[in-house]
């Protein structure tokens, strides 16, 4: 695997095994194919700590279909489920041609399961922000924009779009905990806007208020990584 960018870590920290490594696959982004997954699993089972968790964002998904395809709200929750499942099955076929050694190193989480109070927490404070900090709102938007260019798409498409990133933000910021595990270094094929602001709110170099009112105990690394 090709690293190109060390963002708030270095390659001597990553070889060193210093964190537990999260797998976390996009539904919508289209460089997750079966190549990466696998390639991104072989390597975080060969540089974690301990183990390594895989993380399948279905529940924050649902939002994607329910605006820019205009599906119902139940609707689209069981696609964003079902696609949710299509992964996690690939993901098992993949650890299934490897040893029950490596194995044993990976769990799999859905969203919902990361939700703890901590993560429901944070959420509520960048809602609150979204709502009444204007700037924030705008780099927000900005970051949903990035992502997701459309001539179809209004102004209020954008902000309900916004639920995303509000609700993957302190993923981002802090990382995962899983069975008592704090899993804090996420390799991804790109490095975008959102990983910008993840890192300056860390460390309080954006919107500092955010960060006091924030709390942060840990913080997720993120290296911008891709097939060799």
């Not at 098992?92 to 194995?103: A, G, H, N, T, V």
Request: proline residues 3%; charged residues 35%; aromatic residues 8%.
């Amino acid at each position: 695997m090709r690293i190109a960018t060390y963002l708030n870590t270095t390659e001597e920290e990553t070889l060193a095994k210093k964190f537990n490594i999260v797998v976390g696959i996009s539904l919508g982004n289209k460089d997750f194919t079966r190549e990466l997954i696998r390639d991104y699993l072989l390597w975080a089972i060969e540089n974690t700590k301990e183990k390594v968790l895989v993380l399948i964002p279905d529940k924050i998904h649902s939002v994607n279909y329910e605006i820019k395809n205009g599906y119902k709200k139940e609707r689209a929750c069981k696609l964003s489920t079902r696609e949710g499942e299509k992964v996690e099955k690939m993901v098992k076929d993949i650890l299934d041609e490897l040893s029950p050694e490596k194995r044993s190193i990976v769990s799999i989480s859905k969203w919902e399961e990361i939700e703890t109070d901590e993560y429901k927490r944070m959420v509520s404070i960048f809602y609150n922000e979204f709502k009444n900090n204007t700037e924030f709102k705008n780099e927000i938007i900005g970051i949903v924009k990035e992502n997701i260019k459309s001539d179809k798409l209004t102004e209020i498409d954008y902000e309900k779009l916004a639920i995303y990133v509000l609700e993957e933000l302190p993923f981002l910021i802090c990382g995962a905990e899983s069975d008592g595990i704090v899993y804090c270094l996420q390799p991804y094929p790109g490095i975008s806007k959102i990983d910008h602001l993840t890192v300056d709110l860390q460390d309080g170099l954006r919107f500092p208020d955010i960060t006091q009112k924030l709390s942060i105990k840990n913080k997720l690394r993120h290296i911008e990584a891709y097939i060799q």
